[in-house]
C-alpha cells in the first residue's frame, strides 16, 4: 500500500525557516516524480514544487521560486520541502503527492498534509 | 502560466440530480493532461479523472470527465450523499506550473 506521510509542520515567525519531510512507503520511491501542494485555510489547492526521479530537475511556483527548495533521498525513501523567508501567505496545508502509475494520470496518492503557520 | 477558470463557484442540487461542473482553460491544455479531483472537508484531494476523461482506480462511473483544448466537463451523473464536497481540475500538460482550477463546491439543496 502507498503511503505519504508528512511532518515537519508548526508554528514560525514571518522571514523564519522550516523543512517539511514526506516518508513514502509501499512503492519504488526512486522511480517516481514528487510533488507539493499546499492549501490556504479555507481556500483552494496550490501547486507548489516538484522533483524528477533522480532529483536532477526539479521545478517550482512563481510565489514560492527563490525562497523554497525541494528535494531528495532515494536511500532514505524521504521527499523534503526547505521553505526559507516565510511569510504569511505561506501558511497552508502542505500535501506531498505522486502520480499514479498509469503513463499520463493525476497525482493520485497524498499523504494527510502538515499544517505550516507563519505568524508572530 | 495556463489559468484554469471554474465555474459555477457553488452548485446547490439534491440526491439523485445530475451535475455539470465547468473548467476553462486560458491556453490549451497539451494532451488533454487534465485532472478532476474530489476533496471533503479535512480530507486530502481525491483523484477522480485524468487525462480529461479516464476514470481513476476505483471511481464509481457516475463520474465521467469530457472536453479537450480549453474547454472541460465533469458530470456526475445522479449525485449520492458522499458526492457533496469540492472540486478542483488541474492541467499538468504544460511546462510547470502545473496549476489547478479555484473550484467548485457541490451542496444539498
Known amino acids: 500500500e502507498v503511503q505519504l506521510v508528512e511532518s515537519g509542520g508548526g508554528l514560525v515567525q514571518p522571514g523564519g525557516s522550516l523543512r517539511l519531510s514526506c516518508a513514502a512507503s509501499?512503492?519504488?520511491?526512486?522511480?517516481?516524480?514528487m510533488h507539493w501542494v499546499r492549501q490556504a485555510p479555507g481556500k483552494g489547492l496550490v501547486w507548489v514544487s516538484r522533483i524528477n526521479s533522480d532529483g536532477s530537475s526539479t521545478s517550482y511556483a512563481d510565489s514560492v521560486k527563490g525562497r523554497f527548495t525541494i528535494s531528495r533521498d532515494n536511500a532514505k525513501n524521504t521527499l523534503y520541502l526547505q521553505m526559507n523567508s516565510l511569510r504569511a501567505e505561506d501558511t497552508a496545508v502542505y500535501y506531498c503527492?505522486?502520480?499514479?502509475?498509469?503513463?499520463?494520470?493525476?497525482?493520485?496518492?497524498w499523504g494527510q498534509g502538515t499544517l505550516v503557520t507563519v505568524s508572530s | 502560466e495556463i489559468v484554469l477558470t471554474q465555474s459555477p463557484g457553488t452548485l446547490s442540487l439534491s440526491p439523485g440530480e445530475r451535475a455539470t461542473l465547468s473548467c476553462r482553460a486560458s491556453?490549451?491544455?497539451?494532451?488533454?493532461?487534465l485532472a478532476w479531483y474530489q476533496q471533503k472537508p479535512g480530507q486530502a484531494p481525491r483523484l477522480l479523472i485524468y487525462g480529461a476523461s479516464s476514470r481513476a482506480t476505483g471511481i464509481p462511473d457516475r463520474f465521467s470527465g469530457s472536453g479537450s483544448g480549453t474547454d472541460f466537463t465533469l458530470t456526475i451523473s445522479r449525485l449520492e450523499p458522499e458526492d457533496f464536497a469540492v472540486y478542483y481540475c488541474?492541467?499538468?500538460?504544460?511546462?510547470?506550473?502545473?496549476?489547478f482550477g479555484g473550484g467548485t463546491k457541490v451542496e444539498i439543496k
Open positions: 488541474q492541467q499538468y500538460g504544460s511546462s510547470p506550473p502545473e496549476t
Open positions: 491556453q490549451s491544455v497539451s494532451s488533454s493532461y
Open positions: 503527492a505522486r502520480r499514479g502509475a498509469v503513463a499520463g494520470t493525476g497525482l493520485g496518492y
Open positions: 509501499g512503492f519504488t520511491f526512486s522511480s517516481y516524480w
